[in-house]
């Protein structure tokens, strides 16, 4: 089908507008726009009250296309997203950030960083490429100490964003709104006619990808009598023309597109990264608030899944296996529990293909998130040097979610602690990474999970207790009482004088054991056995004061038994495994 009209298409650039709450993005998103998107500007009730964006308003502004990005004349487009700044809708934040092109932090210039500032320098780190810094509110600052105060502040942000992939970003100092919500509208804005150019001078050509499934994120949903219903919205992948049919995923609805604008403007076919709002018959707006719409069939509803994942560095303390964390995933938050493991330890270093995940490998299953901080568990201090923790290229989670969530395959997830006290001065954002593998069979710790090879190394010791001849010794202390020891048969164990045994049978009922090595016992082995066995039968002559210190002596030199073995954690049979 032929695309929209040949009119000049105006390319369209999505910025997200985001910062702590009260530094003055709506006024700022208001002082740009020329064109007001339906859901722009606070307009729901509980938000006009409260005086804060609840929901991710969008706006828009027109200017014209910079000759680099285009011949010809042509429209750019900035759709403006003003992302709430409030605490506890950050997981709408982490839903607008996933269709953000460029990102506007907004700082109040007389507060500087807050809590909240952070967290969206956290998200746009994970989520966008450029970032253009502003420093809003300057017509509270004093005239005279106006300018020092900006300079001031402008090096602080500039020291904040160092280690960042914003280091060296635009800083520009602005008052969307002179004189606060109050002033009368005739007072102009001080410096957006600059933040503009500056905007402009930062677009680059996103890239945008007509293939694939159409998926949209809707944040609007609305009847016009007459007509039907209007879902507006960022197309995430893909496209969509008019006749299409799309589902809802979520309601399990399929319905056909009727007609679609853009910014006022009607148009038959709409791709990735447009902003547009598409017309439904028959559908009853209150049921979808916000959520996805996608070509039919194309989202999975899951129950569980694998990602590759990072810690964010500003969150403090570990990530511990067996955690609950918000998750979000798609546009869902919902809670669920990880499980942590890395590649093998030998594997450490190798290369690791983006973006899938190899069944046929073998894991090692980690009680935490491994980092420069983490404890270390056994496995990996044997591969230490020096005391250097070695940290492997790539990690992975097992996510299990309190109830089940549709997205799309490979999509951005983030894991957050949003329970912590929203005034704490801390990052509440505690890992991102990529949904690698979903799990859509509601029974998938029987089907699906005994693949997934993910184990536990494990190491027992005991202590040999006497010879029985050159090729067999009784052991002790490897096993409890109740321990049923013929599943053990036919491991091995190493002694620690060098010998290597296999585990022959129990011996007796109180939890000993026979080992046979095959190599035979070494002369100093026997030697230090016998030495042991007869200081024992000495002291037993005496009294008994005199046996526990003789076991006390010996007990300095026993000669131990170690075994260790690796078991699956998902292996219904949980059989012990020697390499």
């Not at 990005?69 to 506890?88: I, N, R, W, Y």
């Not at 807050?114 to 809003?136: D, P, W, Y």
């Not at 190394?457 to 001849?469: F, N, S, W, Y």
Request: charged letters at 25%.
């Amino acid at each position: 089908m032929a695309a929209g009209p040949a009119a000049p298409r105006a390319l369209n650039v999505n910025v997200g507008v985001l910062g702590h709450i009260d530094s003055g993005k709506t006024a700022l998103a208001r002082a740009l726009s020329t064109t007001g998107s339906t859901a722009a500007f606070d307009r729901a009730p509980q938000s006009r009250a409260r005086g804060i964006t609840l929901d991710l308003g969008f706006s828009c502004l027109r200017t014209a296309l910079p000759p680099r990005l285009g011949p010809g004349p042509g429209e750019l487009q900035f759709t403006l997203v003003d992302c709430p700044g409030h605490a506890s809708l950050i997981r709408t934040i982490i839903g607008g950030a996933q269709i953000i092109d460029l990102m506007m932090l907004v700082i109040d210039v007389t507060k500087g960083m807050q809590t909240q500032s952070a967290e969206c320098l956290v998200i746009g780190q994970i989520a966008c490429q450029k970032m253009v810094v502003v420093l809003n509110k300057i017509d509270l600052l004093p005239e005279g100490k106006r300018q020092s105060a900006i300079e001031k502040m402008t090096k602080k942000m500039q020291k904040t964003l160092e280690n960042t992939k914003f280091c060296g970003c635009p800083i520009v100092a602005v008052a969307a709104k002179p004189g606060g919500p109050e002033a009368p509208e005739s007072e102009n804005p001080i410096g957006v006619s600059e933040l503009i150019e500056v905007l402009k001078s930062q677009v680059y050509l996103p890239s945008r990808d007509p293939s694939g499934h159409f998926l949209m994120a809707v944040d609007h949903c609305f009847s016009i009598k007459g007509q039907g219903t209007v879902m507006t919205g960022t197309i995430l992948s893909g496209s969509v023309s008019l006749g299409d049919n799309v589902e809802i995923p979520a309601l399990k609805v399929t319905k056909k597109v009727k007609s679609m604008q853009m910014f006022h403007t009607p148009v038959t076919y709409a791709m990735q990264g447009d902003r547009v709002g598409i017309c439904v018959t028959q559908f009853d707006p209150k049921l979808l608030e916000r959520g996805l719409i996608c070509t039919p069939e194309s989202l999975h509803t899951i129950h569980a899944a694998i990602i590759s994942l990072k810690k964010i560095q500003y969150f403090r303390g570990p990530l511990q296996t067996k955690a609950k964390f918000h998750i979000t995933v798609g546009h869902e938050t919902v809670m669920g529990r990880v499980m942590f493991f890395s590649p093998a330890p030998a594997d450490f270093t190798e290369e690791i293909e983006e973006n899938v995940f190899d069944f046929e490998k073998d894991y090692l299953y980690q009680e935490e998130y491994l980092s420069k901080d983490s404890n270390s568990s056994e496995e990996n201090k044997e591969n230490d040097q020096a005391g250097e923790v070695q940290l492997p290229r790539q990690q992975w989670a097992l996510l299990e979610f309190e109830k089940p969530v549709t997205c799309p395959k490979l999509c951005l997830v983030i894991g957050s602690k949003l329970d912590t006290d929203i005034h704490a001065n801390t990052c509440r954002l505690a890992f991102h990474g990529v949904l690698l593998q979903g799990m859509e069979d509601k029974n998938y710790m029987e089907t699906f999970l005994p693949k997934l090879k993910v184990y536990k190394l494990k190491h027992k010791e005991g202590q040999v207790e006497r010879v029985m001849d050159d090729y067999s010794v009784i052991g002790r202390s490897l096993f409890k009482k109740e321990t049923n020891i013929q599943i053990f048969v036919g491991l091995k164990v190493k002694l620690s004088t060098g010998e290597d045994g296999i585990i022959d049978g129990g011996f007796g009922q109180s939890g000993k054991f026979k080992i046979r090595i095959p190599d035979g016992l070494k002369p100093d082995t026997k030697m230090l056995l016998n030495v042991a066995s007869k200081k024992k039968s000495k002291a037993g002559k005496g009294d008994t004061a005199k046996e526990d210190e003789s076991s006390k002596n010996d007990s300095a030199q026993p000669v131990t038994i170690s075994l260790l073995f690796k078991r699956y954690v998902f292996d219904m049979q949980k059989k012990m495994i020697q390499s």
